[in-house]
């Protein structure tokens, strides 16, 4: 069942996202060469629970961590490690934050150091997907539209959308109804209605591959592809939409 939030909801999940978005550019300054990932988890609860939140992820289906961080051919779910980044490394921070009764959650995949070109166009597409998905969010339009509008961003730019990994809705719980797919039809699937707040998260490959869980939980590219990751939260308006993640 989709849940649907009322003006104070989402005006309080607005509060935490803002807050999120500001720990989110924090660590962003830190994910330099010689960082550990466990060293930018550490620095991420504190912020968390600095500013009044607690972190979503951690202990949520038995995940350990505030950050999943994911470096290189690892998708999404990656645990934070003494793994010091390395010149050339791409790496997605994934966070989630509850504060107030409700989550939000956002993602970015980030250069470290000197990296080719071509990953660096990589990046520009998976970030220009999610922007061109949110556009694509009011009333009436699907969550199908979402999905084809960002398959088509990425793919006509030569990469690839990874199949068997979405984003969702979200509120009071972590992850809620709807799925919100990467690929589709348009006209398919959910229709988009005020009071909704979801997740919109690409996540694609540099090369056509399949998915794999490792042990531990992170999903990984099959045949070591490299992989990006971006995420907001939005809200549904009456007219349009609202980056709740988002400060800029």
């Known amino acids: 069942m989709i849940r649907i939030k009322n003006r104070n909801e989402v005006l309080l999940m607005k509060e935490g996202g803002q807050l999120l978005s500001k720990i989110m550019e924090k660590l962003k300054k830190e994910a330099v060469i010689g960082k550990t990932t466990i060293e930018l988890d550490t620095m991420a609860e504190r912020l968390v629970l600095d500013c009044g939140g607690t972190p979503s992820f951690k202990n949520y289906n038995g995940f350990p961590s505030t950050l999943c961080t994911s470096v290189n051919s690892e998708i999404v779910h990656g645990i934070p490690s003494k793994y010091a980044l390395k010149d ?21 995949t980030l250069p470290i150091g000197e990296v080719d070109p071509e990953i660096l166009r990589f ?68 229709e988009l209605k005020e009071g909704m707040v979801i997740c919109i998260e690409p996540m694609i490959s540099f090369k056509k591959t399949e998915i794999k869980k490792m042990p531990n939980g992170t999903f990984v590219t099959e045949d070591g592809s490299l992989s990006a990751h971006f995420e907001h939260t939005i809200s549904i308006t009456n007219n349009s939409y609202q980056i709740l993640t988002d400060i800029s």
């Open 123 to 190: 990046l520009k597409i998976a970030k220009k997907s999610l922007k061109r998905g949110i556009k694509k969010v009011h009333p009436g339009n699907t969550i199908g539209d979402l999905g084809n509008t960002i398959q088509r961003c990425v793919e006509s730019a030569g990469f690839f959308i990874i199949d068997g990994l979405c984003g969702h809705g979200i509120g009071e719980e972590l992850h809620e109804d709807p799925q919100v797919l990467n690929s589709g039809k348009r006209r398919s699937g959910p």
């Open 88 to 108: 050339g490394d791409i790496l997605s921070i994934d966070i989630g934050m509850f504060y107030k009764g409700f989550h939000t959650d956002m993602a970015t």
